[in-house]
């Protein structure tokens, strides 16, 4: 096998993490980035999943019920060399310390933003010398949406205006869409990622500066009011698509 059909192979990743809701969510975000997750929401499975399963990286959760991550740090550290990254919930320094001298490769906190997560764990994986066989990729926030088929609609030929400055969005007879503050932000950060797909995750954090969880419908209720305000067909919209499981992409302004 080559480099370059080396390259193209999914990055192996364990997550061993007891919340399920959170579980869905990473896996979902991370399989965007080119990469094959195994979740695992008990630890005592954790040994057959290294066998079988083969990961080039393990995120592990710091509590993970009654059963303390350092213990399961302990364990994989004691039967592989595979690098470790550690989710806490809250960041204490002594943890950090023993997680660490333990073998851990770094700490994240779970309600850190999903692109830095992926950034972190690109570094682990290069430090590894493991990111070179993968196809991850943190260039981008996830890959074009798929219903676009390639070509972005462009703002000039419909005639809406996004005036960032005067935090204006202007319909194409020059009349304000008046958005309060959540809509404009939520706008904003889709706009500026036009055609990649925006994680509830992301949107949660920075719109409402919260974790988002997964009974969590303040992403959900701006975006229906923003449909509300720019789309045609609110049962059938056209510029901001929602991504199962994922979050919502803008794909352009409407007609």
């Not at 462009?154 to 935090?167: E, I, P, V, Y």
Request: charged share 25%; glycine share 8%; hydrophobic share 40%.
């Amino acid at each position: 096998m080559d480099h370059n059909t080396r390259s193209m192979q999914p990055t192996r990743i364990l997550l061993v993490d007891d919340d399920a809701a959170f579980c869905d969510q990473a896996s979902a975000y991370l399989a965007q980035h080119g990469c094959n997750v195994l979740a695992l929401t008990d630890p005592l499975g954790l040994p057959e999943a290294l066998a079988e399963f083969r990961p080039q990286l393990v995120l592990l959760d710091q509590r993970l019920g009654v059963v303390s991550g350092t213990e399961v740090l302990k364990t994989l550290r004691n039967g592989t060399t595979t690098p470790c990254i550690i989710i806490t919930g809250c960041s204490d320094p002594l943890d950090r310390i023993v997680n660490l001298e333990l073998g851990a490769d770094d700490e994240v906190e779970k309600s850190m933003a999903p692109r830095e997560l992926i950034a972190r764990i690109r570094g682990v994986l290069r430090r590894s010398g493991l990111h070179e066989d993968s196809a991850f990729d943190v260039g981008r926030a996830v890959p074009a949406y798929d219903g676009m088929r390639g070509a972005l609609p462009a703002a000039a030929r419909s005639g809406w205006r996004f005036d960032t400055g005067r935090r204006l969005l202007l319909r194409p007879d020059g009349s304000n869409c008046d958005l309060t503050t959540a809509e404009y932000e939520t706008f904003r950060v889709l706009h500026d990622a036009l055609g990649e797909t925006v994680a509830r995750s992301e949107l949660s954090l920075r719109v409402f500066h919260r974790p988002w969880r997964a009974n969590d419908r303040g992403v959900d209720t701006v975006i229906k009011k923003l449909r509300q305000k720019i789309e045609r067909d609110t049962s059938d919209p056209q510029c901001i698509k929602t991504v199962r499981q994922v979050g919502y992409v803008f794909v352009g302004f409407p007609d």
